[in-house]
């Protein structure tokens, strides 16, 4: 059993940055890759940036050039650099491991980002 804890969420004005933290419980970066999803109100959830066991990553488009997805092994941690934020970022964020191999995926308690002045 993976457990995936979010944090760094919180309120900031548009242009700000905001740094995410997903602690996984263990070393699972070799076999999981991860993935940062959102969900805003009345909204599907949607993926905003991907990592995988080798480093490869991925970013929504609405997010490219403005958000990083990056792994820290000794933390076992994936953050997420969020600059230049924007209203239309305002959502839950959630953290997502998905195992390579299986169909085993688990997910963290999702942190609020809210984007206002």
């Known amino acids: 059993q993976v457990q995936l804890v979010e944090s760094g969420g919180g309120l900031v004005q548009p242009g700000g940055s905001l740094r995410l933290s997903c602690a996984a419980s263990g070393s699972i970066f070799s076999m999981y890759d991860m993935r940062w999803y959102r969900q805003a109100p009345g909204k599907q959830r949607e993926l905003v940036a991907a990592?995988?066991?080798?480093?490869?990553?991925n970013h929504a488009d609405s997010v490219k050039g403005r958000f990083t997805i990056s792994i820290d092994n000794a933390k076992n941690t994936v953050y997420l650099q969020m600059n230049s934020l924007k209203p239309e970022d305002t959502a839950v964020y959630y953290c997502?491991?998905?195992?390579?191999?299986?169909?085993?995926?688990?997910w963290g308690q999702g942190t609020q980002v809210t984007v206002s002045s």
């Open positions: 990592i995988t066991s080798s480093g490869r990553t």
């Open positions: 997502n491991a998905q195992h390579m191999y299986t169909e085993n995926r688990y």
